[in-house]
């Protein structure tokens, strides 16, 4: 049963003027008490997104004092699209009022998680297992959809994970953290500021079994090849630009290449983007990427030795004003509720390197 959710909430005085011929981003930037969002919204470049007049959005838009507390790493550039993606949890492609909003109903946002609206006689919530926000002011009209203020920041399911809860946690990666324990590289895992390029089951059945043998039987050779696949900062898809060069952890360069909307990593494809944790990012490549001194004994008759030769490129640190290039908003939706998916970053991430697994198991 739907119910007239307007009595529930508080009154809206919090607005001053409430036009319905501003947009949602104009909206924002009258309302003293949502400053922090516009600030949050203009950083992650998502204000010319809600300020398109054809748009049809609902925001869920925290006041001041739900920002409190959030690191403000994400309020720069090499963290843009882990604040993209929070703000994006808070925002539907088409429009949902009071009237809509029913107890238990599951919502998904644009960056494909989901939360739970709870409605009582206390009021409307919106909660998942890391957070509960209250509305607490309701069905504020924009002429390009409708904002509900709430009293908590909507907290995604990547904010909960590290790169080393996935080596630990995710099903069938177990052996891979067996090998970055016996390669001491622990404490690289769970550092801040990692970005890690995980291959695929594709990569792992290229690989020679002669190679595979000689890296399981190594304890060292299985750091290297771990670290060749970790580079320090975060370097999200947007941020993987034509001629970067970024040097692994083991002190070798991997070249960014860019064709379209291709993305190489020396001659390895990114296939997947921006698998977020709290301490960095992670990307799924089609080829094992190996060190210029293993290289050469991976030949195979249907792939090339993914270890590139370093070139004459300079070296490219991550900083907080560097330019991303990348649009960051995503397609609106025609439907703010869908049925929860059993799909997500950190499973996928798993998956890849579970393949590790099943590849020197033989060994």
């Known amino acids: 049963m739907k119910l007239n959710l307007a009595s529930l909430f508080l009154a809206t005085s919090a607005i001053s003027v409430v036009a319905q011929d501003q947009t949602i981003v104009d909206l924002a930037v009258a309302t003293e ?60 492609g088409s429009e949902v009022f009071s009237a809509d909003v029913t107890d238990g109903l599951l919502i998904t946002p644009l960056n494909g998680d989901n939360f739970t609206a709870t409605v009582n006689d206390t009021g409307v919530f919106l909660g998942s297992d890391l957070f509960s926000s209250q509305v607490t002011t309701a069905d504020v009209d924009a002429s390009n959809g409708v904002v509900h203020l709430i009293s908590a920041l909507l907290v995604p399911s990547w904010m909960a994970t590290t790169l080393a809860d996935i080596a630990a946690n995710v099903e069938g990666f177990g052996s891979v953290a067996t090998f970055i324990t016996q390669a001491g590289l622990e404490s690289e895992i769970a550092a801040e500021n990692r970005t890690i390029f995980a291959p695929n089951a594709e990569a792992f059945a290229a690989i020679s079994p002669d190679l595979t043998a000689q890296i399981v039987n190594d304890e060292s050779l299985i750091g290297v090849v771990l670290k060749h696949h970790i580079v320090e900062g975060v370097w999200s898809k947007a941020a993987l630009t034509d001629g970067l060069e970024l040097t692994t952890l083991d002190g070798n360069p991997l070249i ?107 060994y």
């Open 256 to 362: 960014v290449s860019v064709s379209g909307d291709s993305i190489m990593v020396d001659e390895s494809a990114v296939v997947e983007y921006d698998f977020l944790a709290t301490n960095g990012v992670s990307h799924i490549i089609s080829t094992i990427l190996l060190p210029p001194s293993l290289a050469s004994g991976n030949e195979t008759e249907t792939t090339t030795a993914p270890g590139a030769m370093p070139v004459e490129t300079p070296v490219a640190e991550p900083t907080t004003d560097e330019e991303g290039s990348a649009a960051p908003g995503a397609t609106p939706v025609t439907a703010p509720v869908a049925e929860p998916t059993s799909s997500s970053g950190v499973l996928a991430l798993g998956s890849a390197f579970s393949v590790i697994s099943a590849a020197f198991a033989l």
């Open 33 to 92: 008490d949502l400053s922090t969002l516009v600030s949050a919204v203009q950083a992650a470049d998502l204000a010319e997104t809600l300020s398109d007049p054809a748009g049809t959005f609902t925001v869920f838009a925290p006041v001041n004092s739900a920002f409190e507390g959030v690191d403000p790493k994400y309020l720069t550039e090499p963290w843009k699209a882990h604040l993209t993606d929070i703000l994006l949890f808070h925002v539907l």
